[in-house]
């Protein structure tokens, strides 16, 4: 996806206590091949004149083993559903004085499309509605800090 909005409510200072919430535009959907471009788009798949955002909701953030996981709702053709998403701090970048900390994570879910009424071609492509995850999602994204003013 070429484009999202989203914010962070933080209920303390702490990531375990920060809740992602997201949205993504379906028409912004790109991946550099038209005709794709717009089957994804179309009515086998996301529905886009219908339903034109995908939505994440987290509910909270728990800590697991070397990472994280958000517990939330991924809400796509106005179905929602539970998909925990599983995150890892990946570093931090370099700054100026008086610029935001840019913080780095990758995230990672895995979800089956036929939950979401998305099943276009999915019977063509593996002859059956699977009962496993067929679509993965990997997020890399990246936090700004608030910028800490001059001494």
Do not use: C
């Not at 933080?10 to 991946?31: A, C, E, L, Y």
């Not at 886009?48 to 994280?68: L, N, Q």
């Amino acid at each position: 996806m070429n484009s999202k909005e989203g914010e962070r409510l933080n209920r303390t200072q702490d990531v375990v206590g920060s809740i992602p919430i997201s949205s993504t535009k379906v028409n912004d959907f790109r991946n550099n091949n038209s005709v794709r471009d717009e089957d994804v788009r179309g009515p086998d798949f996301f529905a886009a004149a219908k339903y034109p955002t995908i939505e994440y909701h987290g509910r909270g953030v728990r800590k697991s083993g070397k990472g994280w996981i958000v517990d939330g709702a991924l809400t796509i053709r106005n179905i929602t559903k539970t998909v925990p998403l599983w995150f890892e701090f990946k570093g931090t970048a370099p700054t100026k004085a008086g610029t935001p900390r840019r913080i780095s994570f990758h995230a990672t879910a895995a979800v089956k499309r036929a939950d979401f009424g998305t099943t276009g071609e999915l019977l063509d492509e593996i002859g059956v509605v699977s009962n496993k995850p067929d679509v993965w999602i990997n997020i890399d994204a990246e936090l700004l800090a608030k910028a800490q003013p001059n001494p």
